[in-house]
């Protein structure tokens, strides 16, 4: 009795690990993408409990970063390996049935379950945490080299990180085996058998549903397309996010159904061989097949848009830096610029010879700067009540000598006329009017050195008003209630070339030197504030390339178990039409027309959808200074052209896959 009671348990470990050897077509990617999901979180959580991310130098921005896309990172990974285990589960009902009719207990098939999930969980963890510990350091130095920081700095591996992955893993292990247990227990070994097979019944309410999926979606197209550069810009986009989520879902859903059933009507088409095949099966189990689709639909726009904004980012990373400011040194002073600007640039001049720099680009101007706010073609006076972002705007005013002297370009006014430029959204507007005095608007400048053009940004703008004399300056000043005398402030910035300790030293010297100025009232040395910047859009970069290839494996993992499900749902059927005539060529042909009519949805999909969002991701990326449009069109049109070729290879190779299923026929 004591030996009987011992063999299962000795057997039911080695049936453990001849079951995933026998399904290894199976387990193997599933094992793999899980590897690479614990490896990346394993290697974040390697980087954050690093001591010396605490201390690094314009570290802060990056850390914060980092955390950020840690925390997504677990929120994308424990659905998506759940997603996984589900066509683990569906593939194996049909062997557990198996055992359960030759009398194998239900609580022995789920003693060897949690052996398979043991087993699985050694493989992945021991393949993360060794990949970690051999690329963790290159990849943290990659982080460093991307942020601009200290690459020259010692790694060490945290044991809590090593901890804090095995409970992660240990968790989604855990609930993927209770959820399989629980599915393996409600049913019967008939129902098992079956259940491998069966297909999904079509949703009813078709007509509904499509009129849920085309509102939805419109309302994220239209949250996509009407967005602009302000404070809710971030909430509009997650909102516009889940409504397009939704709409896919319910389009792939229901209009699919409906596109299949058009297609069935027509006898001419659906008769034909790989016809008949493709479109029946596809409505056999088109629910499923929804879900699946529309997350490829979502995951592919995922990897574009993200691989997009990575590459924009990094091309245009130093004009991004350099945009934030007008020059890397800057000084303000109130005062006369005739004068008084004369002097500071002499002292200037001497402090850069004496600590061996060269002063470049120059950039003088003087004006008068007034709070304001606008109203239609109205400046009028701020009385302090609402969001200083968007309701109060800064009016500088100056005079065509002043203007001339700033840009190197003549002007000529009436007195009754002005110049206008606007760093936000065009001016538009034939007359200005300053409180009670107005304006005929000469010409509106689009290009202006107090500030960078920035024509979809709803925060509030810089405006340069440019007028005949300083007796209308005067005149602007007093409807203001401001005595101009003491509000005439100018600007002088300039940028450096040579050694950093040279600029240093430099910078030092210059700040002591200017409590002695008159009017002195503020120096700014933004080196420090641009490296925060770089460090801040390199730990982005970061993210992003690591985030891409997440959502990028995601993909790819979906398109397989899809084929390799389909591939044994469609085995049987396969057989059936081989049986009554159907050749080998028109099994491939059959099987392109599926790959065309099927996995061409989401591909056409991904790219619509990232077509509308990159309105909103022009708007987000201005929120960090982005706007170059052109270069991210571009960036949009490689971006779909190589995610479709990348596509189309996968779903070749995918669709070997499923080839070689349907042809292992008795």
Known sequence: MTTTRKRPASLLPR????????????????????????????????????????????????????????????????????????????????ELGLYSMLGLEKKHIGIMMFWESLIVYVCVMTGAIVLGLVFSRLIFLLLLNLAKMQVDVTFTVSPKAIIDSLLFYAFISALNLTVNLIQVGKANPVELMSDSRKGEKEPRHILPLSLIGICTLTVGYHTALSSRLAEQVFMDFFVAVFFVIVGTYFLFTSGSIA???????????????????????????????AASLSNICIFSTMVIITAVCTVVVYLDMDTIVSSNFRRVFEINCFGNAASDA?????DVAAAAKANHVILEDEFLFDSIALKVKKEENAFLLWDGTGNPFTDKEDVLLMTQEEYTLMTGTPATLAPDEVLIYSSGPDFARDTVRFQTLEYRVKEELYECGISRKTPNSAFSSIYAAVFSDAEQVEKVCQAFLVESAQAHTYFYGFNLQGEEAAMDSFSAALSQQMNSVPGFAGYSDHRSSMADQRSMYGGLLFIGIFFGLIFLICLLIIMYYKQLTEGFEDQKNFEVMQQVGMSDEEIKRTIRTQISMVFGLPLLGAIIHTAVGMRMVYMLLGAIGFFESALLIGCTAAGCLVFALVYSFSYRRTSMAYYRIVRQMN
């Open 342 to 346: 004369a002097a500071l640039q002499h």
């Open 259 to 289: 596109f299949l059933r058009i297609l069935k009507k027509r006898k001419g088409f659906y008769y034909r061989p790989e016809h008949f095949v493709t479109v029946s099966g596809m409505l056999y189990r088109m629910k499923k097949s």
């Open 15 to 94: 049936m453990a690990v001849s079951n995933i050897r026998k399904n290894t077509t199976t387990y193997l990617p599933y094992i793999g993408v899980s590897i690479f999901a614990m490896f990346t979180y394993f290697v974040f959580d390697l980087i954050l409990k690093n001591d010396i991310m605490y201390t690094l130098p314009k570290g802060g921005y990056t850390l914060m970063l980092v955390y950020i896309g840690f925390g997504l990172l677990g929120i994308i990974m424990v659905p998506f390996l759940y997603y996984t285990n589900s066509f683990l589960i569906k593939r194996r009902k049909k």
